[in-house]
């Protein structure tokens, strides 16, 4: 597996780091209790790990020098993925054989491309977002996704031998905004981790005791990187419009909002502060930096909900997590989003990012106790359903097939031609063929 510019030890919720971090990390464990052996490769970013890291039987993690040895931002990796393809190659000089690459994100694929072609190896890919999706719904004032990414991810989804999307509607934009050819398609839903996301003992008086919350306050949970993309503004605007419509509510509200800045975020990082200061709400909103994936159980163990108003989600892995844990989900009804949620069984989903339509679901959801706990319940059975030992077997699925329509023979090259310009790395928009 390739992630460029994000390593999978890297705590979700901060920086780069978020549902795809998990995903690469479940399924590479979940596919190792299946009888792969999975090499997760990243780039070296100088945060004193040794170039190689067991993550559990038959999971390791390798560390790549491409580009300075320290953090770079996500702008700066088209400029580094031929020196990754090439560290690539030469970590594989040692004897190691791999039947097939899947990369993650488009600046992985774009790394993988070469190498795959170069062994004679299929190359799987999953995107997890796609920026022409992403720039149909920006947030006021954010910043579009750069031309020069769409064209990397066209370039990808011709040179993979074949595209994992996490739901059928992903499935519909690789082929109708990119061209990928449905043969090429297959959907694989993630899972959950139960045995870190399940309803604990004690319930969700446990929980608020364990993080020091008040046992009777109303709690809609935000837990997630801080950025435009993740829609926290909506969260914080939804919140002045209940505590405007039922004033009275404000002696029991608190809204944990859980998670580092990240993306365009950083750009304003007291922005949000600022925001709830401006609506009066400062007082019932508290901050809260990223955790473990443990302590973050407890955080969806003792909210009332889960709030999600993202304004573009490949899946949600975090409102899959939440119902693991027995919490209902308020979502956006976008992207994964209204998969991973059972409209009016497991949660609530939201058509657009009105706050004053959240703040109505959120009123009415706080007014009937037992309805939250039946969704509570409900959503607990719908999460069962979507395990990482399913996703796993149904990703082998998709190696497998790959396989068979590849004939490879490691060191040989493709028989079969790549696309054109299947491996180009990109700097400043401009693609740079390899040597």
């Not at 320290?70 to 190691?96: D, I, Q």
């Not at 364990?210 to 939804?238: H, Y």
């Not at 404000?250 to 580092?260: A, F, M, T, W």
């Not at 955080?299 to 892995?317: H, I, K, M, Q, T």
């Amino acid at each position: 597996m390739l992630s460029v510019h994000t390593s999978p030890l890297h705590q979700p919720g901060t920086g780069d780091a978020g549902g795809m971090n998990v995903y690469m990390v479940e399924l590479a464990r979940a596919l190792s209790e299946q009888g792969a052996r999975v090499d997760l490769f990243t780039r070296c970013r100088g945060e004193g790990r040794p170039p190689l890291v067991p993550l559990g039987p038959g999971v390791r993690v390798r560390h790549l020098h491409a580009g300075p040895c320290r953090p770079l931002p996500k702008e700066a990796m088209p400029g580094v993925l031929l020196e990754f393809s090439l560290a690539l190659l030469r970590a594989a000089r040692s004897g190691l054989r791999y039947d097939l690459v899947h990369s993650h994100y488009w600046l992985s694929g774009q790394a993988g491309s070469l190498a795959t072609a170069r062994w004679g190896v299929p190359l799987v890919h999953t995107m997890h977002t796609l920026a022409q999706v992403k720039n149909l719904t920006l947030a006021p004032g954010d910043v579009p996704e750069p031309q020069w990414r769409v064209r990397g991810e066209l370039e990808v989804v011709r040179a993979a031998d074949r595209l994992i999307a996490n739901t059928a509607e992903e499935a519909r934009a690789l082929e109708t905004m990119y061209g990928a050819e449905r043969s090429r398609t297959e959907i694989v839903s993630p899972g959950v981790d139960t045995r870190v996301f399940h309803p604990a003992a004690g319930g969700r008086a446990a929980a608020r005791a364990r993080l020091g919350l008040p046992p009777g306050a109303l709690i809609p949970l935000f837990a997630g990187r801080i950025q435009p993309l993740k829609g926290p503004d909506v969260l914080v605007r939804a919140v002045a419009e209940a505590l405007r419509l039922e004033p009275g509510l404000r002696r029991r509200l608190l809204v944990p909002v859980v998670g580092g800045l990240s993306g365009s975020g950083t750009a304003a990082p007291g922005a949000l502060r600022e925001m709830c200061a401006r609506l009066g709400v400062l007082d019932v909103v508290r901050f809260e930096p990223a955790v473990s994936q443990v302590e973050l159980a407890d955080w969806y163990r003792a909210a009332d909900l889960l709030v999600v108003p993202s304004r573009s989600e490949s899946f949600g892995l975090v409102a899959l997590e939440a119902q693991a844990c027995g919490t209902p989900v308020l979502a956006a009804a976008v992207g994964g989003l209204a998969t991973a949620v059972r409209d009016g069984v497991t949660g609530l989903l939201v058509q657009g990012h009105e706050p004053v339509e959240y703040a109505r679901r959120l009123l009415w959801l706080a007014g009937r106790p037992e309805a939250g706990a039946s969704m509570g319940e409900a959503a607990v059975r719908h999460a069962r359903g979507l395990s990482w030992d399913t996703a796993a077997e149904r990703t082998l699925g998709v190696y497998e097939r790959a396989m068979a329509a590849v004939p490879h023979s490691m060191g040989q090259g493709r028989r079969h031609a790549p696309a054109p310009t299947a491996a180009p790395s990109w700097r400043n928009g401009r693609a740079v063929a390899p040597v």
